[in-house]
Each structure stands twice: as structure tokens, then as C-alpha cells.
Nanobody
Framework: QIQLVESGGGSVQAGGSLRLSCAASGHTFSIYVMGWFRQAPGKEREFVAA????????YYPDSVKGRFTISRDNAKNTAYLQMNSLKPEDTAVYYC?????????????????WGQGTQVTVSS
């Protein structure tokens, strides 16, 4: 029912920043837990960040904690991922995902809806 479209990816040098956006349509955005995942060639899809429905509770793996920030603007039906101090190992396709629940999940199989992905490339 909900459709997700990511944008904001690109190429940056190590230490740079990018902000990804995830625009949602088709259903009430505020009922969804939102997550960001990434996948590099030959790698499993990896959890990056997640947000509760109101944006108050957020979750990050150690690999990005302190560098990435998930946020959301329910009035604009948009979630964001601010990425600072980027490293070459952050290079991947980044996906926005949604789940219609109050419970935040950190595994990709728990999410019901996915965007098409946006490429982030970080050069050393």
C-alpha cells in the first residue's frame, strides 16, 4: 500500500556528508516504523538505522553510531538519513524500508515495504 522512493545518494570523499531522503506515498506515513538498510556487492543486506513511529526512539549499529542520524517528518511523509564522517566501507546501495507496527525491527525480513535504493559511494 505504501510506496517509498529514496534520493540523495552520490559520490563523496571520505569524511564527507550526505543526506538521504525517503519519500512515502499511498498510506498514512505516521503509522509506520521506518528503517534504513544498505547492501554492498557480495554482501548481505545490513541494518543501518531505524525509527519509531514518532521519531523519538532511534536505533543504530555500532558501525554507524555517532555518524549517522535517522529522522522523520510525518507531516511531509518523509524519512531522512543524515550521514557524516563517511568512510569507504559505507559504500553501498541504501534502501528505505517501512513496517506497519509499533515495534522497531533491525532485520530486513521484518520490513514489508522497500524503496528502489540509492547508491552511495565513498572514495578514500
Amino acid at each position: 500500500q505504501i510506496q517509498l522512493v529514496e534520493s540523495g545518494g552520490g559520490s563523496v570523499q571520505a569524511g564527507g556528508s550526505l543526506r538521504l531522503s525517503c519519500a512515502a506515498s499511498g498510506h498514512t506515513f505516521s503509522i509506520y516504523v521506518m528503517g534504513w538498510f544498505r547492501q554492498a556487492p557480495g554482501k548481505e543486506r545490513e541494518f543501518v538505522a531505524a525509527s519509531s513511529r514518532n521519531g523519538i526512539n532511534t536505533y543504530y549499529p555500532d558501525s554507524v553510531k555517532g555518524r549517522f542520524t535517522i529522522s522523520r517528518d510525518n507531516a511531509k511523509n518523509t524519512a531522512y538519513l543524515q550521514m557524516n564522517s563517511l568512510k569507504p566501507e559505507d559504500t553501498a546501495v541504501y534502501y528505505c524500508a517501512a513496517r506497519a507496527t509499533t515495534v522497531v525491527r533491525i532485520t530486513s525480513g521484518e520490513y514489508d515495504y522497500w524503496g528502489q535504493g540509492t547508491q552511495v559511494t565513498v572514495s578514500s
